[in-house]
């Protein structure tokens, strides 16, 4: 099995700044591509950033030039640090990760479990 861990969520003032985490541990030959996605109340679940393997990343227009994508490949981690944080950035995020669990099984994408983040004066 493979398990993603987020945390850093939390409740923060509008401009200020969070860092999420997001640890995968079990069974782990390779990941691939990670991503943040975030879901607001009432509101589809939509992509904030990703990050190859090779540390190539894209993001949201709506978060371009405030948040920013890294990952630790030697620990399975993926970072979101998150600057200028707006109201409308309320949300729960949850990491996202395409893994081979040996070296010949396919691709299995997996979740955590989410962290919300509130911003509020």
């Known amino acids: 099995q493979v398990q993603l861990v987020e945390s850093g969520g939390g409740l923060v003032q509008p401009g200020g700044s969070l860092r999420l985490s997001c640890a995968a541990s079990?069974?782990?030959?390779?990941?691939?591509?990670m991503a943040w996605y975030r879901q607001a109340p009432g509101k589809q679940r939509e992509l904030v950033a990703v990050i190859t393997s090779g540390g190539i990343t894209n993001a949201a227009d709506s978060v371009k030039g405030r948040f920013t994508i890294s990952r630790d490949n030697a620990k399975n981690t993926v970072y979101l640090q998150m600057n200028s944080l707006k109201p409308e950035d309320t949300a729960v995020y949850y990491c996202?990760?395409?893994?081979?669990?040996?070296?010949?099984?396919?691709?299995?994408?997996?979740w955590g479990q989410g962290t919300q983040v509130t911003v509020s004066s």
């Open positions: 996202n990760a395409g893994v081979h669990r040996t070296r010949w099984s396919p691709e299995y994408t997996y």
């Open positions: 079990g069974s782990i030959y390779r990941i691939n591509d």
